[in-house]
Structure formats: structure tokens, C-alpha cells
Nanobody, 120 residues
Framework: QVQLVESGGGLVQPGGSLRLNCTASGFTFSNYAMNWYRQLPRQPPGKGRELVAAIGRGGVHTLYGDSVKGRFTISRDDSKNTLYLQMNDLKVEDTAVYYC?????????WGQGSQVTVSS
């Protein structure tokens, strides 16, 4: 079955950096686009997870949410079945649970989430 396991979250000061990893198994990783989402704390009812970044097959095409453009970089290593999110110049408002996402044949698969806390 599809499994997505995130790692790399933690506590960092404003202006710092973190890299999230997502190790995938149970499907042919290189065949699918992949995404990072985040769930912000205290979100109003009905507001779901926010798309942070997306990457296409082969890693050629990427897309970023407006709030992270120029600070975050999504990448993938198909030889390791791993998705990355390099986060630089982190801000307090980046505090969230970050999720790896794989849309496969009409079904959206999620990792367990990784907490990122930006605080001084």
C-alpha cells in the first residue's frame, strides 16, 4: 500500500532553515507529481490544508504558494523515492503541520505530518 513518511520538522528561530523529507513506498514514485501541504494552527472551520508547493514528474515543473515563493524549494530524488522541501528564511507564520501528498489515480494519499514551529 502507499506509504508516505515525513521527517525533518522541528523548532527553529525566525530567519532559520529546515529541510523536510518525505520517503515514499508502495507505488512507482517517479510516475507521479507530488505535493507539500500545510495545516496552519487555529484555522477557521472549513478551511483545509494549504498547498505549499508542487512538483511534476521528473522535477522539471514546480509551483509554489504565494506566501512561500522565493523562500521554499521543492525537489525530488526519484532514485531514492524521496520528496524534499527546503525552507529558508522561515517566519513565525510558517508554523504548521506539513504534509506530503501523492495524488494517485484519483485518490489523495497523505503522510502523517511533520510539525514545524518557528519561534524565538
Amino acid at each position: 500500500q502507499v506509504q508516505l513518511v515525513e521527517s525533518g520538522g522541528g523548532l527553529v528561530q525566525p530567519g532559520g532553515s529546515l529541510r523536510l523529507n518525505c520517503t515514499a513506498s508502495g507505488f512507482t514514485f517517479s510516475n507521479y507529481a507530488m505535493n507539500w501541504y500545510r495545516q496552519l494552527p487555529r484555522q477557521p472551520p472549513g478551511k483545509g490544508r494549504e498547498l505549499v508547493a508542487a512538483i511534476g514528474r521528473g522535477g522539471v515543473h514546480t509551483l509554489y504558494g504565494d506566501s512561500v515563493k522565493g523562500r521554499f524549494t521543492i525537489s525530488r530524488d526519484d532514485s531514492k523515492n524521496t520528496l524534499y522541501l527546503q525552507m529558508n528564511d522561515l517566519k513565525v507564520e510558517d508554523t504548521a503541520v506539513y504534509y506530503c501528498n501523492a495524488p494517485i489515480s484519483g485518490t489523495s494519499h497523505w503522510g502523517q505530518g511533520s510539525q514545524v514551529t518557528v519561534s524565538s
